[in-house]
């Protein structure tokens, strides 16, 4: 049973930095890509960033490239997700996600196969 956890969400001002973490089960967590996504209230879960299976390839919505930075580590099963100069729009809840397949990932999130039940972040004004 793959279960994935994420941590590190909170309440921070506008220009500040979190980061999250997401801790996968699993004895397979380095053959699979990964991806966050986020969903802010009365709107649809949207893309945030991808990485793949050995770290090399990332994908970033364009609304936080150069801001965020997603990151993993294969020897702790976990996947990071490193948010800078973070926005009042950013104010949504976090979750992340691994490929169906191998290293098929993006920002369609028919390609993810299971989530984890996300983290809150909030960025006051």
């Known amino acids: 049973q793959v279960q994935l956890a994420e941590s590190g969400g909170g309440l921070v001002q506008a220009g500040g930095s979190l980061s999250l973490s997401c801790a996968l089960s699993?004895?397979?967590?380095?053959?699979?890509?990964l991806g966050w996504f986020r969903q802010a209230p009365e709107k649809e879960r949207v893309f945030v960033a991808s990485?793949?299976?050995?770290?090399?390839?990332?994908n970033y919505a364009d609304s936080v490239e150069g801001r965020f930075t997603i990151t993993r580590d294969n020897a702790k099963n976990t996947v990071y997700l490193q948010m800078n100069s973070l926005k009042p729009e950013d104010t949504a809840a976090y979750y992340c996600?691994?490929?169906?397949?191998?290293?098929?990932?993006?920002?369609?999130?028919?390609?993810?196969?299971?989530w984890g039940r996300g983290t809150q972040v909030t960025v006051s004004s």
């Open positions: 996600a691994r490929a169906k397949y191998s290293d098929s990932v993006g920002d369609n999130s028919g390609r993810y196969a299971y």
């Open positions: 699993g004895p397979t967590f380095s053959v699979f890509g």
């Open positions: 990485i793949g299976r050995s770290g090399g390839s990332t």
